[in-house]
């Protein structure tokens, strides 16, 4: 398999080394600007490989696409304070990645945890978002997505091989993903787990999931209307999947209401979140960034 991207490791401000992909555009052009993708809660770049692989290659006009890891996932370092692990301290090594690369301005893709992470940015530089793709994530969530997300990150046993990490992933989510192949779970789980002196076990610090470990059926979610607010002049896209717990239909079309440049897309048959390279997602997605 052919790499579409460089490798790229850089210092935060308070000293940790970070990675990030950096997929190069075929036939691209210096004026397109790129697209900075954003992942979930534990994840880490690899989620993005194929959707990344697509724009930057598969298109008429592609896009140079970043990828990141945050700290405490994937190839970043490890943060030996555990409170950093958090939206605020992560949107701030997002804006160092962008000054590492010389990018002052780029489209974004936050999927989950990443979209929070957009509403951040709003706050701190919104000049550096020349538009948003939130995929399964909105101003506001659901307390039941989050405490499900909870209850698997803090219950999953390590898989023995990497057949049985695609089978676990599947026993989690088959039942909003109906529609996956096989080679979709084994996909899966390369992009969640790593294989280290021969143990496979999820990439990233476990210390990560500590702000959601004391969530119960009585906490009060805050929401994020008013940063959603800021992003009134730049185009959003949304994508929903169809069976998410996390991210409620409501919310999707409260926000067609709120926002005057908005579109969203519903993914039949997935759940939270959707797949990227899922059907004609990579199109949908393509077309919403060229026309911005």
């Known amino acids: 398999m052919v790499t579409m991207y460089k490798e790229h490791y850089y210092q935060t401000d308070d000293g940790l080394t970070l990675y990030l992909r950096d997929y190069q555009a075929k036939n691209w052009s210096h004026e397109t600007l790129p697209v900075i993708c954003l992942p979930g809660l534990s994840r880490n770049s690899r989620d993005f490989d194929k959707i990344a692989s697509a724009l930057s290659h598969q298109f008429d006009q592609n896009f140079r696409v970043i990828t990141l890891d945050y700290r405490g996932r994937g190839n970043s370092e490890w943060d ?46 919104l000049d550096a978002l020349a538009s948003a793709i939130f995929n399964d994530v909105g101003p506001k969530i ?13 219950t999953a046993r390590l898989p023995r091989n990497w057949d049985d990490a695609a089978y676990l ?16 779970w084994r996909d899966m ?10 143990v496979i076990k999820p990439d990233f610090d476990t210390a990560v999931v500590d702000s959601i470990k004391t969530l119960d059926k009585t906490t009060e979610l805050p929401t994020m209307w008013d940063q959603f607010a ?7 896209m949304t994508i929903r999947g169809e069976n998410s717990t996390l991210f409620s239909n409501e919310t999707l079309q409260e926000m067609d209401k709120r926002h005057p440049l908005h579109t ?11 797949l990227l390279q899922s059907g004609d997602l990579p199109r949908q997605i393509y077309n919403f960034l060229k026309s911005v």
């Open 80 to 125: 030996d304070n555990k409170k950093n692990y958090n939206i605020i301290r992560e949107a701030q090594d997002v804006l160092i990645a962008m000054d590492f690369l010389g990018i002052p301005k780029a489209h974004f893709i936050g999927t989950s945890r990443g979209g929070l992470i957009l509403h951040i940015l709003a706050t701190m530089k």
């Open 142 to 154: 659901e307390l039941k997505g989050l405490l499900e997300i909870q209850d698997y990150l803090s």
């Open 169 to 184: 992933q599947k026993v989690v989510h088959s039942k909003e993903f109906t529609e996956l192949t096989d080679e979709d």
């Open 189 to 198: 789980a390369r992009e969640i787990y790593i294989e280290k002196e021969g």
């Open 230 to 236: 800021l992003l009134n002049d730049i185009p959003v």
């Open 264 to 274: 969203s897309i519903t993914v039949v048959n997935q759940g939270h979140p959707p």
